[in-house]
């Protein structure tokens, strides 16, 4: 089984999400997907030692991990042995540009327009949750063998994903 442990975030501006479209990494995850910031922890770093790294590594912007929002803990898991514990932020961005990054193409996207992104759909559940202005909250996602999205439990609860799926889609 691949364990990882990853942190990611979400930036936001004017009703924006800073966003990544992931199509320049080989052996991509993500390939053709669109996400926030961020990545896999080194060594001896914190959730929140990890996240500032990767955003300033990400988009130039150094922001102060105080201003960098800890929202949820998410655990993936998939029937094709993939583990990951991922840590979810928030922040604020700066006014200015991001630098280009080469991981993949930022994009500021409308927080209204993000769902009709190519996301995971476990990816639009936690993205709802913070829309939401949820709590701190605990979500594990469980994909099938063909990455499809087949259990959510919201802090120790099924979720259920399809009718808040069927929701965010309309």
């Known amino acids: 089984m ?28 993500n390939k053709d997907k669109w996400i926030g910031v961020g990545g896999h922890f080194e060594e001896n770093e914190s959730p929140e030692d990890c996240i500032k790294r990767e955003i300033f590594e990400e988009t130039g912007y150094d922001i102060p991990k105080e201003e960098i929002k800890y929202r949820a803990i998410v655990t993936f898991v998939s029937d094709k042995g993939d583990y990951e514990l991922m840590s979810l932020f928030t922040a604020a961005a700066p006014d200015s540009q991001p630098k280009e990054c080469d991981e ?30 949820k709590d701190f909250f605990s979500l594990k996602l469980s994909y099938d063998i063909n990455d499809r999205l087949k259990e959510a439990v919201l802090n120790g609860k099924e979720l259920d994903f399809r009718s808040v799926l069927k929701k965010i889609e309309g």
């Open 2 to 29: 691949d364990r990882c442990l990853t942190t990611l975030c979400y930036l936001e501006r004017d009703d924006k999400y800073l966003m990544m479209h992931r199509i320049s990494k080989k052996n991509d995850i």
């Open 104 to 133: 993949g193409e930022l994009s500021w996207v409308k927080k209204s327009a993000v769902y009709g992104l190519n996301l995971w759909d476990g990816d639009k559940i936690f993205l709802k949750l913070l829309e939401d202005d």
